[in-house]
Structure formats: structure tokens, C-alpha cells
């Protein structure tokens, strides 16, 4: 690891951090390994057009400090790592050479590293680097893709959340404000307008908001930009991460925040502003933790098993409701108690 990366800002002892560049293909990212003492590390492969090198080893170096937590809180053997792919652009589709190069770039790391989905990766794409190197996660044959089941860990972490706020998990009426509508913002968008919630939905894709409009009867199109100044029940940030920063911080007129994006705080004391405001902010990689789960089953000795997998989705609600009433019984921020939690589990 090039030892000037432990002067980077976001470096927090992370164990490993592999860079690679394949000039034929185009390839470029990073493999960042924060933490294998719980075990293997894992963490989704993010495929999107970085401006720099530099962004994306921040984004790589936060995401995998989060997917350690995840990890901890979730209660699953194992540590946190990511991989970010610099894409040239958000159009130019990936050749089967780039799959091709990216997938010996994992087996280099195939004893440390478990990866599968993330932003900007497709199934297919999945499927196509399984064929050359074993440490993939959510493969077809295997556990499947884990956006349904984020949706439906962050469906359980609101439930949590309005029976804190509330005393009542119903969304019956709820007016819920969800930013994107990709894998895991129109599942979501599905569950809670089964249930009788409101909807108001951005995405800058117009191909998602228009087939969410023919899916959803209760539904309002917002601007992406206005999407998180609804004045809703619950703000659902279901896009890309750094959601909560000094700017839009005093905009929100949320009563809870709670999505699927990680890390949706510019920083932890974004969450005390919260805290403070408050707002009830349910920590990013405590809900979105359903995905998680859903793929490292497949790594379970006795095979993959979808009733523990619901099972452990449906626990998160008291995992969230027993975050919040610590917070509240405590006078700190919710996203100071899981990062507490975690902290004490991982060392
Ligand atoms: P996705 O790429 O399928 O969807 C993201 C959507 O957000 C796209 O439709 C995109 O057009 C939209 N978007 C991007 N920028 C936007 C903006 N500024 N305003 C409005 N919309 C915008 O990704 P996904 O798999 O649905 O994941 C969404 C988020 O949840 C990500 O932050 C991801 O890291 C996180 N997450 C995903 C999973 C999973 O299993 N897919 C698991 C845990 C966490």
C-alpha cells in the first residue's frame, strides 16, 4: 500500500488498498480492504465516472469503513471492502476484455475479498466475472441480487423508526419522499405504496420517473434537486451518498431520514446536526443491511437459506428501534450509536 494514502483523510487503518490500471481495457479503480479481522472482507463493486483518482479512493475508502459497520451490526462473520471502476463516462457499456481484466484483478484478492453489485453494475456483469473468478457474491445460481432485499431491510428499518416516532409501524397514509428509483429506490417505492403511503419520487433518469408514474397511483414526480425539502413524514435518500451536507441539512423538512444510500452523511457530525434539529436519522448501513445479508448467505456453510435471510430483514426493525431509544436515553446522535455498536464489535 503506497504509505502516503495513510495521510488521506478518510484512512482509518484500512488493511489494504490495491489501485489498478489496464491501459487495453480502459480499466481503472481501486480494491480497498478496511477491515478482515471478523473475516473475509465484502463489499459491492461500484462501476461510475469518477472526475479523479482521488475521488473515487475517498469514495472506496468511506464505503469500505461502512460496509464494516454493516458488517458488525448486521451480525454477519465478516469485514468491509469495496471496489470503485472509473468509468469513462455513465454511457459507455463495459466490453467483455473489461470484465474480462477487472475479474483477474479480484483473483489477486480471492482469499480476502467477497464482491457483487453495486451502483452501475448489472447482473449480467456479475454473472460474466463469476465465470472467470470464484469471489463473487449474488450470482443467479447463488443468492441472487440483493436490491430486493436492501429495499426490503430499509422497509423493515422505517417500520423501526415510525414505531419510535409514532408508536405505530403503519404507512397507511404516510407521505414518504424517495430519491432514486434504481434497483433498490423502486422496489422500495413498491413496498410502501402497497401499504397505503404517499409517494413523491426523483430520479435524474426521466426513463424511472416515467414508469414509476405507471406503476404507482399514489405518486407525485419531484425535481431531484427539491426532492429532499418535501415536507414528508419520511425522506428516503435511495441515490448516491453525501446527501445530508451543510446545504441541505437545514432544507430537510423530514420528520425521519431513512434510505438506502450509504453513506448519506457529508460527515458524523452531519448526524448530530440531525440529532439536534430534531430529526430522526436512521444510520444508512444499519437499514440498507438486507443486501448484505442476502448475498453473504450464500456463504453459509450449511447454504443459502432464504427464511434466515427474511428473518434477520425483519430484525432490523428492533435493531433500529433499540438505536433510536439509546440515542434518545443518551442525548447522542443515532448514527453515534451504531458507530459505538460497531466499534466495539470490530475490536
Ligand atoms: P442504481 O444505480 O440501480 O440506482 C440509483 C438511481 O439513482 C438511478 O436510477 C439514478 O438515475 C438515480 N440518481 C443518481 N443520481 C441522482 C440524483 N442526483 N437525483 C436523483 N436520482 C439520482 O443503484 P441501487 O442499486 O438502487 O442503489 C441505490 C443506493 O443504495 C446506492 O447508494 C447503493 O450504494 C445503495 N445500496 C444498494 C444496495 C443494492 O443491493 N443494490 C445495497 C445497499 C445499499
Given amino acids: 500500500m503506497d504509505a502516503q494514502i495513510k495521510f488521506h483523510k478518510e484512512f482509518d487503518g484500512h488493511e489494504k488498498v490495491h489501485r489498478f490500471f489496464d491501459e487495453k481495457t480502459g480499466l481503472k479503480g481501486f480494491i480497498v480492504i478496511h477491515s478482515t479481522k471478523a473475516g473475509p472482507a465484502v463489499g459491492g463493486t461500484r462501476y461510475f465516472p469518477y472526475k479523479s483518482e482521488d475521488e473515487a479512493l475517498d469514495d472506496a475508502l468511506r464505503l469500505s469503513k461502512a460496509m464494516s459497520y454493516k458488517c458488525a451490526l448486521a451480525g454477519v462473520s465478516f469485514g468491509g471492502g469495496k471496489c470503485v471502476l472509473i468509468a469513462p463516462d455513465s454511457f459507455t457499456p463495459k466490453t467483455e476484455a473489461y470484465l474480462n481484466a477487472y475479474a483477474h484483478e479480484l483473483l489477486k484478492v480471492k482469499d480476502i475479498f467477497f464482491t457483487g453489485e453495486d451502483v452501475g453494475m448489472k447482473q449480467n456483469d456479475i454473472e460474466a466475472l463469476a465465470l472467470v473468478t470464484p469471489n463473487i457474491i449474488g450470482s443467479k445460481a447463488k443468492a441472487g441480487d440483493p436490491s430486493p432485499w436492501a429495499a426490503l431491510s430499509v422497509y423493515y428499518a422505517m417500520?423501526?423508526?415510525?414505531?419510535?416516532?409514532?408508536?405505530?409501524?403503519?404507512?397507511?397514509?404516510?407521505?414518504?419522499?424517495?430519491?432514486?428509483?434504481?434497483?433498490?429506490?423502486?422496489?422500495?417505492?413498491?413496498?410502501?405504496?402497497?401499504?397505503?403511503?404517499?409517494?413523491?419520487?426523483?430520479?435524474?433518469?426521466?426513463?424511472?420517473?416515467?414508469?414509476?408514474?405507471?406503476?404507482?397511483?399514489?405518486?407525485?414526480?419531484?425535481?431531484?434537486?427539491?426532492?429532499?425539502?418535501?415536507?414528508?413524514?419520511?425522506?428516503?435518500?435511495?441515490?448516491?451518498?453525501?446527501?445530508?451536507?451543510?446545504?441541505?441539512?437545514?432544507?430537510?423538512?423530514?420528520?425521519?431520514?431513512?434510505?438506502s444510500a450509504n453513506n448519506q452523511l457529508d460527515t458524523p457530525k452531519h448526524g448530530e446536526m440531525l440529532f439536534e434539529k430534531g430529526i430522526v436519522y436512521v444510520p444508512d448501513y444499519v437499514a440498507n443491511a438486507g443486501g448484505l445479508i442476502n448475498v453473504v448467505a450464500e456463504l453459509d456453510k450449511m447454504g443459502y437459506n432464504k427464511n434466515t435471510v427474511l428473518e434477520k430483514c425483519k430484525g432490523i426493525k428492533e435493531t433500529v428501534f433499540s438505536i433510536l431509544k439509546e440515542s434518545l436515553d443518551r442525548s447522542i446522535s443515532p448514527n453515534q450509536v451504531s458507530d459505538e455498536r460497531a466499534r466495539a464489535i470490530l475490536l
Fill in 159 to 259: 417500520r423501526g423508526a415510525l414505531q419510535f416516532a409514532d408508536k405505530t409501524d403503519s404507512f397507511e397514509g404516510k407521505k414518504i419522499a424517495i430519491k432514486g428509483l434504481g434497483k433498490v429506490g423502486m422496489e422500495l417505492a413498491r413496498l410502501l405504496h402497497d401499504e397505503g403511503a404517499e409517494l413523491f419520487l426523483a430520479d435524474t433518469n426521466t426513463y424511472c420517473t416515467e414508469d414509476a408514474l405507471q406503476k404507482f397511483e399514489r405518486a407525485t414526480i419531484v425535481p431531484p434537486e427539491e426532492i429532499h425539502k418535501c415536507e414528508v413524514d419520511i425522506y428516503a435518500p435511495c441515490a448516491l451518498g453525501r446527501e445530508i451536507t451543510n446545504h441541505t441539512l437545514h432544507e430537510v423538512r423530514a420528520r425521519i431520514i431513512c434510505g
